[in-house]
């Protein structure tokens, strides 16, 4: 073989040196390498079976991310299907007013939004308009106050009030907080 057919495989022009064939030589024998990595790694015996191999990959990788976005559509439509229905339960229960509804509910997460469906008052009349009269909150004023010592919140001195605080506090503000509802302060 002469040496400008080697030259003009290897794309060297003619006049090239020993160290550029050298170095073409050792381009082409890490290349080799290479390719023979990829074709372990692939598991494949050959190229045709590597780009086989890495058109499957890319195929998959292609199915992968259109599962992804399908299961991530699926699970929005799931959490606003249960977002609604905990909304549709807070109305019917008249736990929601309709500006909550407008303004708060939507901005929460599902979590806050269990919470709140957990914690929340009545805060609507049977009509769902109107809020409720409750004043059950407050004590009736013919109801008979909290005693301590025979005595109601009204009776007792300074002294004894802060008795009454620094032992038992509910007490001291369920008396205190009667006297207040009833006048008797």
């Known amino acids: 073989m ?4 080697i030259l003009a495989a290897l794309s060297l022009s003619e006049g090239a040196t020993e160290a550029q064939v050298l170095s073409s030589i050792n381009g082409l024998k890490a290349s080799a390498d290479a390719g023979t990595k990829a074709l372990t790694l692939l598991n494949a015996k050959s190229v045709d079976e590597a780009e086989g191999t890495i058109a499957a990959l890319n195929a998959a990788k292609e199915q992968g991310a259109k599962d992804a976005a399908e299961l991530n559509s699926l699970r929005e439509k799931s959490e606003q299907n249960e977002r609604d229905g905990i909304v549709a339960k807070l109305e019917a229960e008249g736990k929601v007013t309709p500006a909550q509804k407008k303004d708060l509910l939507p901005n929460l997460s599902l979590a806050g939004l269990k919470s709140f469906a957990a914690t929340a008052p009545k805060v609507l ?16 004023p013919k109801s008979e106050a909290p005693k301590h010592n025979g005595k109601t919140y009204a009776e007792m001195n300074n002294r004894e009030r802060a008795e009454l605080r620094s032992e038992n506090i509910e007490l001291f503000n369920e008396m205190r907080q009667h006297a207040i509802d009833t006048g008797a302060i």
């Open 2 to 5: 002469q040496l400008a057919v």
């Open 125 to 140: 009349g049977s009509d769902g308009k109107t809020e409720p009269r409750n004043d059950s909150s407050k004590p009736n």
